[in-house]
């Protein structure tokens, strides 16, 4: 991922998800309301709710925004996604959590349980989810929180959603240096803009987020990224990041998944989410995987008409496990 602003870090993982349903003039806008789903010592973490009007309970679906678990925010929420929900009249829960490197892999997952825990506890009285149908959706990190959440969320759910995503974080792909990078970042400039003494749960500043994105190249650059966010060198002790790689952990219970990637993905190879495929065939978990060719990360350079079948199939598969009499 050529990185040369925040904006574009930020966003470049965005850019298959702005073509896909658009909502009818005739539907009112979901309104919006923020939540503290856990707070740790002095840091409260939130949870955004996009919510259609009245009181009758709604399906869910919930969005884990990407940033290489170290820039990102709640508020980042792909427009086709919006607009679906806005139409279908669902209910779009967006979480932030803990970032790296502050924190560590471990902190994150378990940040994503406690976000279900809360989800479950107090969905239905604060914003009528309806927790039957509870789909997770996220693109990059993001997506691989997605495929997490499909092990250690309680109770699991619906289906699951990932773009561009990754089962694991021990293999190769994520300690190997890297040339699509951007221009070098020095070590110096990398560690400015971590460990000030804080935990970020965002990074909404578009001066840190700038920041930190520099810190991600730089250990993209080195082969220093899976280290950085999990604390564990996985050459010397690969089985202590075993909990945290879901292409290892899937069983016959695993929800159903839907991905989409594409084939020249320079960040998050596609091989992530053929392995992810691959695994989920030989346990019997229903899946499919969208390959689009030409794509790189987000489905950058890819050919539109291809970007705007994807959306449509992802709608299509959405529909089919949250949709049904709830629907006015």
Not at 22 to 32: D, I
Not at 91 to 99: H, K, N, T
Not at 200 to 221: C, E, F, I, M, W
């Amino acid at each position: 991922m050529n990185v040369s602003s925040v904006s574009r870090f930020l966003s470049v993982w965005f850019a298959g998800l702005g073509v896909g349903v658009t909502a009818s003039a005739a539907e009112p806008a979901l309104s919006k309301s923020t939540h503290v789903y856990k707070t740790v010592g002095a840091v409260k973490i939130e949870a955004e709710v996009h919510r259609p009007s009245g009181t009758e309970s709604r399906p869910v679906l919930v969005w884990l925004h990407g940033g290489a678990l170290i820039v990102g925010s709640r508020t980042q929420l792909p427009k086709s996604l919006v607009e679906l929900c806005t139409q279908e009249r669902w209910v779009l829960v967006s979480l932030d959590y803990r970032l790296a490197p502050e924190v560590k892999l471990p902190e994150i997952a378990e940040d994503l349980r406690d976000a279900f825990r809360w989800l479950h506890a107090e969905g239905p009285r604060l914003f009528q989810a309806d927790l039957r149908r509870v789909v997770v959706a996220g693109g990059s990190a993001g997506g691989f929180l997605t495929m997490l959440a499909g092990v250690i969320a309680e109770p699991r759910p619906t289906a699951l959603l990932a773009y561009w995503g990754y089962g694991d974080i021990d293999n190769e792909w994520a300690r190997a240096k890297s040339s699509h990078h951007g221009a070098p970042v020095s070590r110096e400039e990398a560690l400015a803009a971590v460990n000030l003494g804080r935990v970020l749960t965002n990074t909404d500043d578009p001066a840190v987020g700038k920041a930190r994105g520099n810190y991600y190249r730089h250990l993209r650059q080195t082969g220093g990224w899976a280290f950085g966010v999990t604390g564990v060198d996985a050459a010397k002790e690969p089985a202590r990041l075993r909990p945290f790689c879901p292409v290892r952990l899937i069983t016959r219970d695993y929800p159903p998944m839907l991905m989409v990637h594409g084939t020249e993905d320079t960040d998050v190879p596609y091989a992530c989410s053929a392995d992810m495929a691959r695994e989920l065939a030989r346990h019997g978990v229903k899946h499919e995987l969208i390959t689009v060719p030409g794509g790189e990360h987000g489905l950058r350079g890819a050919d539109p008409q291809a970007i705007a079948q994807a959306n449509e199939r992802v709608a299509r598969f959405l529909r089919d496990h949250l949709l049904t009499s709830h629907r006015k």
